[in-house]
């Protein structure tokens, strides 16, 4: 039976996306790990690989199509023995075809649209298997020779795959799929339900009516993209679903400025440029060591205390935004910080990012210091427990512990807290944690 082959999801918060161009046409013959299209996502522009080998029997979404959804068939594949007679059949509304599709998730790690995408390799498969009635077995190449391999009778198995097609994890075991799924819903998987979710969009009047207060006004009307839409939806959920509460601390800089200073000095000659950034994510990473129970995240119906300091920090794109995440930070050098997150950074500038690239994370930073921003809150992003909202260091008076008069750089920061998840003494602690390691950032080496 001919193959759809469904919009995928790239990302966990992929709803929809950009069908940018076609790599092949009509009657090409594609084999597993061929990119057969390019996909925008709300974030990237991502490469989609062909998992079953056949021929490309129709194209469904011509390249250049927006707001293609999550699990559109977007083109019918062939397998050896098919013609496109046979796409008519195929695409026949079948009763319950819905509940064959794979889960659109891009972490699955067989295909992640009705098994087609990254994941999924096949080598040359056994004979299309029939039953004992003599009629086809519908299952993909790398099932068949898994199946084959196990000593498994396909003619036993019910497909989760398009029209009830086998696929690879329909074969690997009914205690492992079990026990696979029991794991995700007892982790809650909060991207997975979260992808599940329709895309929330920013509450208010509706567009006819604003359009219609600024009648007669002169303005220019955007269209919003992927990457906006994800932004506004996501931004609406958290600040309607998390109860944000605020801590506020200045800190002061000098013993930090002069500290780097040095350390930059030392390093020039290996063309390393530390930044003030650096540091504070990696005090952040060492405060969330000091302070466990800080470490930890929002999942549905209870709290994932991490081990590991894994540290987002927001990038301006054009735009929106990437929060690329620097995981076990506590352990890399500054050095090593420094350079992974200038990597990071261009790639996202880029788009070039891979999901796993700025997904996860317990914690972000958001510094807006180098516009000359004194101080803001910054919204949490979810699923995370709090994020630290960066100002700009400026020479300001400050009174010393003897009561004399002098002047600081001071930075003031603001750390918005996820109130589910951390309460206002244990955030009181991370906070000052961060603050003794920037303003003392010599044990920050020790």
């Known amino acids: 039976m001919p193959i759809e082959i469904l919009m995928p999801a790239l990302s966990p918060t992929m709803e929809e996306g950009t069908l940018a161009k076609w790599l092949v046409k009509e009657g090409d013959t594609v084999s597993s790990g061929d990119v057969m299209c390019e996909i925008e996502t709300d974030k990237a522009t ?6 079953d080998e056949g021929v490309i029997g129709k194209i469904l979404i011509d390249g250049g199509t927006e707001g293609v959804k999550v699990n559109t068939p977007i083109a019918v594949l062939l397998e050896e023995g098919e013609s496109a007679d046979d796409i008519a059949e195929a695409s026949a509304p079948k009763a319950d075809a819905s509940s064959h599709a794979a889960p659109a998730d891009a972490s699955d790690k067989t295909a992640p649209a009705a098994g087609y995408g990254r994941g999924e ?9 029939k039953d004992s009635d003599g009629k086809r077995i519908f299952a993909s190449p790398l099932a068949r020779r898994i199946a084959a391999d196990k000593g498994l009778d396909l003619s036993q198995m019910k497909g989760s795959g398009p029209h009830g097609r086998i696929v690879k994890a329909d074969v690997e075991g009914e205690k492992a799929s079990s026990a696979s799924a029991s794991k995700a819903e007892a982790a809650g998987t909060p991207a ?62 000098d013993a930090l400025m002069a500290f780097r200073a040095d350390l930059n000095k030392q390093l020039e000659p290996r063309g390393v440029k530390l930044s003030v950034n650096d540091f504070i994510i990696k005090a952040c990473a060492l405060a969330l060591q000091s302070v466990p129970d800080a470490n930890a995240i929002w999942a549905g119906d209870r709290i994932l205390k991490l081990k590991p300091s894994d540290v987002a920090v927001a990038v301006a794109i054009d735009g929106g935004l990437f929060t690329p995440v620097l995981k076990d930070s506590e352990n890399k050098s500054l050095s090593a910080l420094s350079a992974e997150m200038k990597d990071l950074a261009g790639r996202a500038r880029d788009r070039k990012l891979a999901p796993h690239e700025y997904q996860g994370g ?85």
Do not use: C
Not at 46 to 51: K, P, S
């Open 121 to 129: 390799t096949e080598a040359t498969a056994p004979a299309t298997p």
């Open 362 to 446: 317990s914690f972000a930073i958001s510094n807006l210091g180098m516009f000359g921003i004194d101080n803001f809150d910054a919204v949490i992003n979810p699923p995370h427990g709090a994020i630290l909202a960066v100002g700009a260091g400026v020479k300001k008076p400050v009174v010393g512990k003897d009561g004399e008069l002098a002047v600081a750089t001071v930075m003031s920061v603001t750390l918005s807290v996820d109130h589910r998840v951390i309460d206002g003494a244990l955030g009181a602690q991370l906070l000052t944690a961060i603050k003794d390691n920037l303003e003392n950032p010599m044990v920050m080496l020790a």
């Open 192 to 253: 997975k339900a979260e992808a599940a979710k329709p895309a929330a969009m920013a509450s208010g009047p509706s567009a006819d009516a604003v359009m219609k207060m600024y009648e007669g006004r002169d303005f220019e009307e955007i269209t919003l993209n992927g990457m906006r839409k994800t932004i506004a939806a996501r931004l609406t959920e958290a600040k309607q679903s998390i109860p944000h509460f605020y801590l506020r601390r200045d800190i002061q800089l």
């Open 46 to 51: 991502m490469e989609f690989e062909a998992v």
